[in-house]
C-alpha cells in the first residue's frame, strides 16, 4: 500500500493546474480560452435548464446544455497540464460505448433505475478526482493545504462516497435486484446518526490538520457504510425521493470539488444539480404526505404497517367484465384515465393510448390525470404515456383535474392505488390522511384495473374500491386493456 | 481564507440562487426529463478527470484518471442521448393527429449529434 501512495500523488498532481489563482493574476492566452469555455458552459447550462420549464423548449434545452459539456471538455483539453491523450481518449471511448447505449436502449420504464446507476458513476468519478487531489495536495512536497481546501475535498470526497453506495443499494431496490422492503435492524438510526456523527467528526480532525491522512482514508470508509446502511431501510416506494436527494448529494459532491480545485464550472453546474435535487425530493416528500424526515428515518413504504381507522371486514367489492366495461367506456362523453405504477410495470402505456383513440373515435372525450408520485419517481407517467405517442396537452396536472371528475362519466384507474384513496380526505386516523390524491371517487362510476386485492405500497385498505359507483376490472393491465379494445371495437 | 473562496462562494450562493428558481418553474410532467438532465450536467467532473488522465504522473494515476473519464463519460453521453430521446416523446396534440396516430412506433428519434462526443 506504501508503495501505492507516491503513485496516487503523481495522480494528484495532475490537477495541479486548477490551483486557485490568486486574484489579479493574468491568464496566458490559453487558459484564457480555456475560461472562456467554462463560461460559454455555464451559460448554455442556465439556458439549457431554463428551456427545460416548457415542453416546446425543453429539446432545444437539452441540447443547448449538451453543446456547453462540450465546451467544457473543449476548453479543458487545451489546458498545459495535459501531455498526452491516449489515457484520455480511451475513457472517452469506453465511456461513449457504454454510454450510448444505456441512452438509446434502456426502456422508459426503467428510468429510475437508469439514474440511480447513473449516480454512482457520477459519484465515482468525482470522489476519484478527490482522492487525487488530497492525496497531491497534502504531500510533502506541495507544502501545507490550506484548511478551506481540506474542508472541500473533505465534503467532496464525503458526499461522492455515501452517493456511490447509497445509489448502488437504490437501483438494487429499484431493479428487484434487493428486496424492496425495508431493510431494519433495531436502533438503526441510532448506529446511522452515530455513524453520521463520526464521519463529521473525522472531516472536523480533517480541516483541523489537513495532514491527517488516516482520518481522510477512515472518513472515506465511514462514508461507503453510511450511504449503504442508510438506504437500506427505505422502502422501495420511497426511492424516489432517495434518488432525488442523491442527486442533490452528487451534484454538491462536484460543488465541492469546484472549491478544492477553483474551479468555477463545477461550482455552477454542481449547484444547479445539487437545487434541483433537493428541491425534487422536497416536492415528493410532500405529495406523499410525509415529512422529508419520515421518508428518510421513518422506515415506512412496505410491510404490514399501518392499518387506518377503517378495515375491509364486511364490505364486498364489486366487480365487472371486460364486456361491460367495454360498452360503459365506449358509450362514455367524458372518461378520465388515471394511470399508476401498475400501468408501468404491465408495460401497457400503448394499450391506453389505443383504448383512448377508440374512445374518441366513438365520440367521447379522453385526458390523463398524473399524481405527482404516480410511479417510481416524478413526472415517470408522463414520460411513459409520452412514450405511447399521447400528447403532453392530454396528460393534466392533480389541481387542473381534480374539478372535472364530477363531470366524468367514467375514471379508469390503472394500477394506481394509494394516490386515488378517498380515506385521505375523509379518515383523519388514515396515515395517509391529508394527502394530496385525485378525486377519482368523484366521478359518476370508477373501473379499477388491478391484479389483485392487495393493499398499496403504504399498506393502507382503498374505499374506493368498495364504493358503490366502483367497479373491479380484476387481471394484468396490459391483457385486460387489450380486451377492452377489441370489445369497444365490436361496439 | 483567500479573496479567491469568497468570489467562488459568491459564485455558489448565486448559481444555488438561480437554479432554484429555475428549477421550481419546470412543471411536474417534466421532472424525470429534468432530473435525467441534471444528472447528465453533474458529469462536468468530467473537467476534473480529463487532467487527472493526460498528464502523465504515473501509471496508476493515468488508470485512476482514464477510470474517472470512462464513468464521467459514460453519464455525458448516456444522459444527454437519454433525455434528448425521452423529450422527442413529447408531442402536443395537434401534431400528433397527423402520423402517429396510426399508431407507428416511431423508435428513437434523433439520437444522433446530441452528444458532446
Known sequence: ?491 | MTLTYVLQIYVFVLAGFVGFNIITRVPPRLHTPLMSATNAISAISIVGALVVAGSRYSLLASVLGFLAVTFATINVVGGFVITDRMLGMFKRGDAEKDGASQGAPHGAPGDNGSAPR
Not at chain 1, 455555464?42 to 462540450?70: D, H, N, Q, Y
Not at chain 1, 450511504?227 to 436527494?245: C, E, Q
Open chain 1, 1 to 491: 500500500m506504501s508503495a501505492l501512495l507516491p503513485l496516487l500523488q503523481g495522480a494528484a498532481e495532475a490537477a495541479g493546474e486548477f490551483a486557485p489563482k490568486a486574484v489579479g493574476e493574468v491568464f496566458g492566452p490559453r487558459a484564457l480560452l480555456t475560461q472562456a469555455g467554462y463560461v460559454a458552459a455555464s451559460v448554455c447550462f442556465m439556458l439549457g435548464l431554463k428551456a427545460l420549464t416548457k415542453p416546446e423548449t425543453a429539446r432545444r434545452g437539452i441540447r443547448l446544455a449538451a453543446v456547453g459539456m462540450l465546451l467544457a471538455v473543449l476548453g479543458t483539453l487545451i489546458v498545459a497540464e495535459i501531455v498526452e491523450y491516449q489515457w484520455i481518449l480511451g475513457g472517452l471511448l469506453v465511456g461513449a460505448a457504454i454510454g450510448y447505449p444505456l441512452g438509446t436502449r434502456v426502456p422508459m420504464t426503467a428510468m429510475p433505475q437508469r439514474i440511480a446507476i447513473a449516480l454512482t458513476f457520477g459519484a465515482s468519478a468525482a470522489t476519484m478526482v478527490g482522492v487525487a487531489e488530497y492525496l497531491h495536495r497534502s504531500g510533502a512536497a506541495a507544502g501545507a493545504m490550506p484548511r478551506a481546501q481540506a474542508a472541500a475535498l473533505g465534503f467532496e470526497v464525503l458526499l461522492g462516497c455515501i452517493t456511490i453506495t447509497g445509489s448502488l443499494v437504490a437501483f438494487g431496490k429499484l431493479h428487484e435486484i434487493l428486496p424492496g422492503r425495508p431493510l431494519t435492524f433495531g436502533g438503526q438510526n441510532l448506529v446511522n446518526a452515530a455513524a453520521m456523527l463520526g464521519a463529521l467528526a473525522l472531516l472536523g480532525i480533517l480541516v483541523a490538520d489537513p495532514a491527517a491522512a488516516w482520518a481522510f482514508w477512515a472518513m472515506a470508509a465511514l462514508a461507503l457504510v453510511i450511504g449503504a446502511s442508510f438506504v437500506l431501510p427505505i422502502g422501495g416506494a420511497d426511492m424516489p425521493v432517495v434518488v432525488s436527494l442523491l442527486n442533490s448529494y452528487a451534484g454538491l459532491a462536484a460543488c465541492a470539488t469546484g472549491f478544492a480545485i477553483g474551479n468555477t464550472v463545477l461550482i455552477i453546474a454542481g449547484a444547479l444539480d445539487g437545487a434541483s435535487g433537493f428541491i425534487l425530493s422536497i416536492i415528493m416528500s410532500k405529495a406523499m404526505n410525509r415529512s422529508f424526515a419520515n421518508v428518510l428515518f421513518g422506515a415506512f413504504g412496505g410491510g404490514a404497517a399501518a392499518g387506518g381507522a377503517k378495515s375491509a371486514a364486511g364490505l364486498t367489492v364489486k366487480s365487472l367484465t371486460a364486456e361491460d366495461a367495454a360498452i360503459q367506456l365506449g358509450y362514455a362523453g367524458k372518461v378520465i384515465v388515471v394511470p399508476g405504477y401498475g400501468m408501468a410495470v404491465a408495460q401497457a402505456q400503448h394499450v391506453v393510448r389505443e383504448l383512448a383513440e377508440l374512445i374518441e373515435k366513438k365520440g367521447g372525450e379522453v385526458k390523463y390525470a398524473i399524481h405527482p408520485v404516480a410511479g417510481r419517481m416524478p413526472g415517470h407517467m408522463n414520460v411513459l404515456l409520452a412514450e405511447a405517442n399521447v400528447p403532453y396537452d392530454r396528460m393534466y396536472e392533480m389541481e387542473e383535474i381534480n374539478d372535472e371528475f364530477s363531470t366524468a362519466d367514467v375514471a379508469l384507474v390503472i394500477g394506481a392505488n394509494d394516490v386515488v384513496n378517498p380515506a385521505a380526505r375523509s379518515d383523519p386516523a388514515s396515515p395517509i390522511y391529508g394527502m394530496p390524491i385525485l378525486d377519482a371517487d368523484r366521478a359518476k362510476s370508477v373501473i379499477v384495473m388491478k391484479r389483485g386485492m392487495s393493499a398499496g405500497f403504504a399498506g393502507i385498505e382503498n374505499e374506493l374500491f368498495y364504493a358503490d359507483n366502483t367497479r373491479m376490472l380484476f387481471g394484468d393491465a396490459k391483457q385486460t386493456l387489450t380486451k377492452l379494445v377489441t370489445e369497444v371495437k365490436s361496439i
